[in-house]
Nanobody
Framework: VQLQASGGGLVQPGGSLRLSCAAS????????RGWYRQAPGKERELVAT???????TYADFAKGRFTISRDVAENLVYLQMSSLKPEDTAVYYC??????????????WGRGTLVTVSS
């Protein structure tokens, strides 16, 4: 399974960006997908996840500003970010948990896309 993320870049405070991540390769289905981020000098943290069973979950800092969504047919996950702040500057990683065999799940990570919020 390969993941390809895109959509990062430089944006001014208060601006918006949409990240995309596409999964390709062999799998039966995708159980969950999400976004994490890692700022310089900090640990990777959850931004948002979207699972088939539990729906969408957001970190507190993302609530009301970020929206996670998916395109099931195209195995895509999106992260719409608005009202961006300098503290949102980080490398954003997409994550998928596909079923590779009945009852078996594996975790896959994209390489990351840099989001820089600065004036």
């Amino acid at each position: 399974v390969q993941l390809q993320a895109s959509g990062g870049g430089l944006v001014q405070p208060g601006g918006s960006l949409r990240l995309s991540c596409a999964a390709s390769g062999y799998f039966l289905s995708i159980n969950a997908r999400g976004w994490y981020r890692q700022a310089p000098g900090k640990e990777r943290e959850l931004v948002a996840t979207l699972s088939n069973r539990e729906g969408a979950t957001y970190a507190d800092f993302a609530k009301g500003r970020f929206t996670i969504s998916r395109d099931v047919a195209e195995n895509l996950v999106y992260l719409q970010m608005s009202s961006l702040k300098p503290e949102d500057t980080a490398v954003y990683y997409c994550h998928f948990r596909p079923s590779v065999a009945p009852g078996m799940y594996s975790d896959y990570w994209g390489r990351g896309t840099l989001v820089t919020v600065s004036s």
